[in-house]
């Protein structure tokens, strides 16, 4: 589909290269100008990190490698060599799930959830790093995460939640959340017509 | 997809073997750090080089540490180990804060100090697909034979100067290291750039930045301010670094650089009269304020109205000055 000029000679095409993905040892063979997104996808068809602007700007693409949130649209595959790289892929648990994944769950803090991979691994390598993060130490880690439909406030109240249920405190979604501010005595029924 | 053009790629582990590699290349080759600047420039087909030498391996770029009393920070230290380095964080407080003001954190956690200061300059008619470039025709910095779409007379391009390391590091004095392999040169930051959207590195395309050296921490101290349009991320439009020299309560001499209104940053050397031998207040600050709007001429290239730009120049110089007082 590419319509700029292919300026290369035909080059040695692939390299092997081996690495962790998600605790397993993977050795992957793949052109060497390939993308981490790329090689993800399309050489070991773990889709759950998504393509969005592909530069840099949107944050979908995040993984964490050796622990760290990166771009994997900017970061080649090659790169990875020796390296620790986890996908949203790797986030649950044998059974269950992650705690942030049930906050974002419970709190619908996704909608079309296209954003959502990218946004709960850099929002975990928050939390492996500080137990208890601030609202704006939650807002600048996810800066570079963009969400164009659910909107941020759902989004850090969910780490928030994560968080505390990670401490191992018995937190609960706040009601105003989950029903807006009008919702009727029992805290389950949202008023409409009153 | 939008993907990288085919190359061939080194992981080099010393300086020696990178320049070797580099300079065999010629203009067919590029360095690369982070990539977070290589690397979109590459899919937009800005850069196509046909031979990457990688950096990142090369652990002599990564170090960090003191000597006689300057802080040298190796060229590949990734921007979030310099934002979150307490040395860093408690002596050149301005410069922690100009790079926690760049991209975003996961991006902090690819780019490197290095790659800040080489920065390609930006403009609103580049930064753009390699489709919609050949629609309006190519400009200069593609292609040397087109013409400017900013300034179609201009004879040069006037993209702009976008790191925002880069004026702070000026500001108080920094200075960087350059090698070509058997032989090493210093020069001060400022002295990297040149005037000229397309040409805007004083260097030799095969010398690598290895070091950037920042001058002992006493007796002045410097701040950074940045115009954009969003607070979670943006490269600069306006920026200022400035830092300032006391002795008993009187400026003894102070620095101010503009980013984002040239393709090289500005010295602003009559405000920077203006402030010597005065206390910094209210007055002398209001003084070198007024003074900096006159070499402050921002191209209609960037975010915001141009004309806007240059008259919040005056602003931001005073808020830089008074984070200082
Ligand atoms: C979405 C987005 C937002 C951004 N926002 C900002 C911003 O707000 N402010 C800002 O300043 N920047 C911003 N950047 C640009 C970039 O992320 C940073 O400037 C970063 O510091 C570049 O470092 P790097 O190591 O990734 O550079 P690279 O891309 O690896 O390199 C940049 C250039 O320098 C050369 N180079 C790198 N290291 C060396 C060396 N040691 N010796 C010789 N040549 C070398 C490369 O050949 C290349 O030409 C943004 C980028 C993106 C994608
Ligand atoms: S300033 Fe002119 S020549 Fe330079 S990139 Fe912009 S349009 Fe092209
Ligand atoms: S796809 Fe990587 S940042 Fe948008
Ligand atoms: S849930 Fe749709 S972009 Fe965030």
Redesign the interface.
């Known amino acids: 589909m590419?319509?700029?000029p292919?300026?290369?000679p035909a080059?040695p095409t692939r390299v092997h290269v081996g690495f962790q993905v998600n605790g397993e040892s993977v050795e992957v063979a793949f052109?060497?100008?390939?993308?981490l997104?790329?090689v993800l996808r399309e050489d070991l068809a773990l889709t759950g990190t998504k393509?969005g602007c592909?530069?840099?700007e949107c944050?979908t693409c995040?993984v964490l490698v050796d622990g760290?949130?990166?771009?994997s649209c900017?970061?080649?595959g090659?790169?990875c060599a020796g390296r620790r790289v986890e996908t949203v892929e790797g986030m649950a648990p044998a059974a269950g799930l992650h705690p942030l994944q049930k906050a974002f769950a419970d709190l619908g803090a996704a909608q079309c959830g296209y954003c959502t991979p990218g946004i709960l691994l850099?929002a975990k390598a928050l939390l492996d790093a500080n137990a208890s993060p601030t609202l704006d130490e939650i807002k600048?880690?996810l800066?570079?995460n963009l969400c164009r439909c659910t909107g941020y406030i759902k989004i850090f109240e969910a780490v928030e939640l994560a968080a505390a249920w990670t401490r191992g405190e018995d937190a609960e979604p706040r009601k105003e959340t989950l029903y807006g501010t009008d919702y009727d005595e029992s805290g389950l029924l949202p008023v409409v017509n009153r | 997809?939008?993907?990288?053009?085919?190359?061939?790629?080194y992981?080099p582990r010393t300086i020696a073997d990178a320049v070797a590699i580099r300079s065999d290349a010629g203009p067919e080759g590029a360095y690369v750090a982070g990539?977070?600047d290589l690397?979109?420039n590459m899919?937009?087909?800005q850069q196509?080089p046909?031979v990457v030498v990688?950096l990142?391996r090369i652990s002599e770029l990564s170090r960090i540490g003191e000597q006689n009393g300057r802080l040298v920070l190796g060229a590949g230290l990734l921007l979030?180990n310099v934002e979150n380095d307490p040395r860093v964080r408690a002596e050149y407080p301005g410069l922690a804060h100009a790079v926690s003001e760049i991209?975003?954190?996961?991006?902090r956690?690819?780019g490197t100090i290095g790659g800040n200061l080489l920065l390609d300059t930006r403009c609103n008619y580049y930064d753009q697909n390699?489709?919609w470039r050949k629609a309006i025709d190519f400009c200069m910095k593609t292609d040397r034979q087109q013409i400017c779409w900013v300034a179609p007379g201009s004879p040069k391009c006037l993209a702009v100067q976008s790191a925002d390391t880069v004026p702070v590091l000026i500001a108080m004095g920094a200075r960087a290291v350059l090698s070509s392999g058997r032989e090493e040169r210093e020069v001060a930051v400022e002295d990297l750039y040149r005037n000229d959207g397309i040409d805007y590195l004083r260097k030799r395309p095969e010398e690598l930045l290895t070091e950037v050296v920042l001058p002992a921490a006493n007796g002045w101290r410097a701040s950074y301010r940045k115009l954009r349009r969003r607070g979670?991320?943006d490269f600069p439009v306006l920026s200022v670094g400035a830092a300032v020299w006391r002795e008993d309560g009187k400026v003894t001499s102070a620095r101010l650089v503009l980013g984002g209104v040239a393709s090289a940053p500005v010295r602003l050397s009559a405000a920077e009269a203006v402030l010597a031998g005065r206390p910094l207040d209210k007055e002398s600050i209001e003084a070198a304020a007024a003074a900096a709007a006159g070499p402050s001429r921002p191209m209609d290239n960037t975010d915001f109205s141009f004309l806007w730009r240059k008259e919040m120049t005056a602003k931001f110089v005073r808020s830089a000055l008074a984070d200082l007082v």
Do not use: C, Q, W
Not at chain 1, 68 to 71: A, D, G, Q, W
């Open positions: 590419e319509t700029f292919d300026i290369l080059e052109a060497p100008h390939k993308t997104l790329e393509h592909e530069l840099g944050g995040a760290r949130p990166v771009l900017l970061y080649l090659l790169e850099t600048e880690a800066a570079g | 997809m939008m993907r990288l053009p085919k190359f061939r790629y992981s990539g977070t690397y979109p899919k937009r087909r196509t046909k990688g990142s979030s991209s975003t954190p996961p991006l956690n690819m390699y489709e979670a991320f």
